[in-house]
């Protein structure tokens, strides 16, 4: 089947086989959250981003094997409902980004700053500090040896716009510089973006639309 990234809550998970990464979509919760469990081919170690509802869904998509390792993108609640449950569950250390770990009701095993390297198994993500969504909101970026990036934007970039920056222009200021310097402009219009809600994009059919976005301020 073709990964398409269109998952619906209720509905079965959406699975994107990459050569040494296995990456597994699911929508939970009543604000549409998605989750994505990674899962090193090389090594069958894995890693979830954003335990955001449903704990029994997705300690039902993670598996026996368990997981090695949470991220969590941002510090608001819809990301976190299922933290505490599946960290009980599992073990799983926990990342978040370092502005936003006290906003995180369940202890951060380890603060995230940009740049920082996350591994599950023998994969390496890049952690891209964008800060207006949330102070320290952070994007996953995994280049991929074999094929283009993708990358993992929490609320920080969906299809058709940046994310929420509740009508202040400072923080829309400083949300759509961090994605165009730190996404847009050091990575391919190939990448595929994984948002926090609703389906993919890939940083081409975005990039156009970018002077749009500055004029509108949201």
């Known amino acids: 089947m073709t990964y398409s990234g269109e998952v619906t809550v209720g509905g079965p998970a959406d699975v994107h086989e990459l050569k040494d990464l296995m990456i597994t979509k699911i929508a939970v919760g009543p604000m549409n959250n998605n989750a994505y469990l990674l899962r090193c081919r090389a090594t069958d170690e894995q890693l979830l981003i954003d335990a955001a509802n ?33 960290v009980a569950a599992t073990g799983a250390r926990t990342y978040a980004g370092r502005e936003d770990a006290t906003g995180i009701p369940v202890t951060t095993d380890v603060l995230v700053d940009d740049g920082d390297v996350i591994r599950v ?25 074999h094929g283009h990036p993708h990358v993992f934007t929490g609320d920080c970039l969906f299809p058709g716009g940046v994310g929420n920056t509740h009508k202040d222009p400072k923080a829309f200021a400083s949300l759509i510089h961090d994605v165009e310097t730190k996404i847009f402009a050091v990575l391919p219009d190939e990448t595929w973006v994984y948002p926090g809600h609703g389906n993919d994009t890939t940083l081409g059919t975005e990039r156009p639309h970018l002077p749009e976005w500055h004029a509108r301020g949201w």
Not at 57 to 73: E, F, P, Q, R
Not at 137 to 145: F, K, M, Q, T
């Open 121 to 145: 198994g023998q994969v390496e993500l890049t952690a891209r500090h964008l800060v207006g969504h949330t102070p320290g909101s952070i994007a996953l970026v995994y280049d991929d040896p």
């Open 54 to 86: 449903e704990a029994e869904t997705l300690l039902g998509t993670i598996g026996d094997d368990g997981i090695a390792s949470v991220v969590t993108t941002h510090r608001h609640g819809d990301h976190w409902q299922a933290l505490a449950e599946v």
